[in-house]
């Protein structure tokens, strides 16, 4: 897919947009040094071109008893496609898993879990991720401290 040609009023939407999705307008337009209309413009035709994919909230998973994060590497019992597909269809259903890579390399994929702490989610392992019939083996690390996360893609 070739990436969008974005000028530099482009981009300075997208980095505000990136820090704040709730801006409004007028608000947004002062910000890149547009008026309200090509503002909102600009910003409707990002949406239309994907660009901007959609707007979510970012939640403090603490306040909400998601506070604890897992990373777990997944080895597969094949590698056809069956295997692959039924491992995805199971895990779509499993809102402890907030991200999914397949992987080239090492493991096979690669999760991000979070629970609300380690009783929760060796419940989790125990009664949901492992039951996975794909699943030859998960190896989970418990980081330390989250020393940078970020949602912004550098524009």
């Not at 990002?46 to 979510?56: D, F, H, N, P, S």
């Not at 777990?72 to 995805?88: G, L």
């Not at 991000?112 to 083996?137: C, E, G, P, Q, W």
């Amino acid at each position: 897919m070739t990436p969008i040609k974005l000028d530099s009023i482009d981009r300075r939407i997208l980095r505000a947009l990136q820090k704040d999705a709730s801006l409004a307008n007028t608000d947004l337009a002062k910000l890149v040094g547009l008026s309200p209309s090509p503002c909102l413009r600009r910003v409707k035709l990002l949406q239309e071109a994907g660009v901007i994919k959609r707007y979510v909230a970012i939640i403090d998973g603490a306040k909400v008893d998601a506070g604890l994060t897992l990373f777990s590497r997944v080895w597969f019992k094949a590698q056809d496609a069956k295997t692959i597909d039924s491992f995805i269809d199971a895990i779509q259903d499993m809102p402890e898993i907030i991200e999914c890579h397949l992987m080239a390399g090492e493991c096979d994929a690669w999760l991000r879990i979070v629970t609300k702490d380690l009783d929760s989610y060796r419940h989790f392992h125990a009664n949901k991720l492992t039951t996975i019939k794909a699943i030859l083996s998960v190896k989970t690390d418990v980081p330390m401290d989250t020393v940078k996360l970020t949602h912004s893609l550098p524009i």
